[in-house]
């Protein structure tokens, strides 16, 4: 292996022509300038050297710098040859400050590049990590997906396969049984229901996947007015009519609220989905309360309350995770659907600048859902 010497006497080519310009420059200064000074530059030189090149040509630069020193700047000046003992004295301490100055400079500059290694190493550590880390999060995502995909389209799948082949076979002769299947109009009423509903199932799961890739992707298109919120209210409740049927529910709506600049139809749309969960996850027969009132800093708050089970102060934000659903007022990795509502709904009320939690209910409700959203501003 052949060495590259013009790189190894590079530093020290540069150190010895350094030190000529810095003699010749102060040596014109003639009586101007003290010896102090002149090692004061001199030593500054030195460090300058350590910094950039290291110990070694700053360690032959004090060496050169003390004979430039002794030569030019000490008395009788032009020879080697110091008469006064306090000028020895002062060339062996500028000699030694020089070297020390020159190795902790360059210890200095070795620490601060090993100090860089490691952080790139640790850097590098961290990113691995987090590599891991994504690569096994993205893994159980990719299965829970899969299980829910797998139930919530086969099911649905299943029934409208079923109800639509005994529909073609009616009044058609069964040639493995030997008989013939007719069926009534109310079973043909029947069987069409459920293929009407079914289907409607089906284009739920495929909204909430589309829904939560607008949430995520900041994609959300919103189409803010001046709206009432009893009117957001009672829309929702329309569509939760069927849901709700089986419950008791409360309004308790304040007097005399403002109007909210908000997408009218995205909130509506999560106070259905906190309305379906409630009667989703309390008894039958049990009480529901709607309630919408001022709160400080311009907000209006609506809250949801139910009575079924509760939901764990633990278990409270988690719920908002996307995958995760309720069963008796735990939470469970999706097995019979994806769980994607409380996460859409967190994304819509934060696009519009508002916070949704969980906190206990009052009175005999267990679960209180909340949300506040921000009365607006024309000028926004």
Known sequence: MKTNFSKILLPYSLAAAGLAILTIVMFA???HINPITVALVFLLFILFLATIFGSKPAFAASFLAMFCLNYFFLPPIGT??????????????FLIVSVTVGELSAK???RAEEAERLYREL???????????????????KSALLDAVTHDLRTPLTSIKASVTTLIEDGKINKTAHETINLDEESRAEFLEI??????????????IVDLAKVEAGDLYLRRAWTPVEEIINNALERAQYRLESHHITIEIERELPLVLVDAHSIAEVVYTLLDNAAKYSPKE????????????????????DEGKGISAEMRERVFRKFFRISDGDIHTTESGLGLGLAIARGI?????????????????????????????DEK
């Open 286 to 305: 049990s009480k529901i309360r709607i309630s919408a009132r001022r709160v400080e800093n311009e907000m209006i708050e609506i809250a949801i309350e």
């Open 195 to 208: 293929i009407n509903e079914e289907t409607d199932r089906l284009n739920d799961f495929i909204g909430g």
């Open 80 to 93: 080697l040859t110091i008469s006064e003992t306090e000028n020895w004295i002062a060339l062996f301490a």
């Open 123 to 141: 850097q590098d550590a961290f990113e691995k990590a987090s590599q891991a880390e994504a690569f096994k999060q993205s893994e159980k995502l």
């Open 29 to 31: 200064f003639g009586t």
């Open 108 to 110: 200095a500059k070795r």
């Open 349 to 377: 009320i934060e696009s519009q600048g508002g916070r949704i939690w969980i906190e206990d209910g009052k009175d005999d409700f267990k679960t209180k859902f909340v949300f506040q959203i921000p009365i607006g501003d």
